[in-house]
């Protein structure tokens, strides 16, 4: 079935140096990739979508990019903040026996020091 | 504005008891999505549903029924609440497959 692997557990970095999130996925039908961002006691909320192969895709400085050849779509900010430390899920939204479902990947935590 | 509702916001109930989970949106959107939240898990999908009657099984369906009564109301029902059922768990709703869904604030759920 459809997976979604991402980096695992807990990030910490030192705010002012790139933020790289691995994710990678499996499925054998049309692909949506979704990052979702969620803050302590707050529910997920959209930070970045794409559909498109090759197509670098921004949002709040964070930026994007789908490549099907590897089944990737690897979460990068140039320059990390501490307003960054929140939970992030990759997730991808198929169509699986005629209903459109969202698989996520576990998560991972990240965390930005002074 | 678009707008997905749970209700309750915290639960607490025994292990044997019965609980519903409700949510409701009011962007007319077709899917509706219930999501638990563990750490180390990460956002499971339990079940799902693409309109008024329809409901599809996720990935974790054990112990929960679901029913969608009508477009804008979604229920997780536990008929015989168990200790591993204690989670946080997410409503969701979009309209199409391309579209990102929008999450409810979440339901604390502890069973005792």
């Known amino acids: 079935g459809d997976s979604v692997t991402q980096t695992e557990g807990l990030v910490t970095l030192t705010e002012g140096l790139p933020v790289m999130l691995n994710c990678t996925y499996q499925t054998a039908y049309s692909t949506f990739l979704f990052w979702y961002v969620q803050h302590l006691n707050e529910a997920p909320k959209l930070l970045l979508k794409?559909?498109?192969?090759?197509k670098r895709t921004e949002h709040q400085g964070f930026h994007a990019t789908l490549h099907k050849s590897s089944s990737s779509f690897h979460l990068q900010k140039s320059s990390a903040q501490l307003s960054d430390s929140a939970l992030y899920y990759c997730a991808l939204s198929d169509r699986t026996g005629g209903a459109d479902r969202l698989t996520f990947g576990k998560g991972t935590q990240l965390i930005i020091q002074p | 504005e678009a707008a997905v509702t749970q209700s309750p916001r915290n639960k607490v109930t025994v292990t044997g008891g019965n609980v519903t989970l409700s949510c409701r949106q009011t962007n007319s959107h077709n899917y509706m999505y219930w999501y638990r939240q563990d750490t180390g898990h990460g956002l499971r999908l339990i079940h799902y549903?693409?309109?008024?009657?329809?409901?599809q099984i996720g990935d974790v369906p054990d112990g929960y029924k679901a029913t969608r009564t009508t477009q804008e109301d979604f229920f997780l029902l536990l008929e015989l609440a168990s200790p591993s059922q204690t989670s946080l768990y997410f409503c969701?709703?979009?309209?199409?497959?391309?579209?990102?869904?929008?999450f409810g604030e979440g339901t604390r759920l502890s069973v005792l």
């Open positions: 969701a709703s979009r309209q199409i497959n391309n579209q990102a869904p929008l």
């Open positions: 794409s559909s498109t192969d090759n």
């Open positions: 549903s693409y309109g008024a009657g329809n409901l």
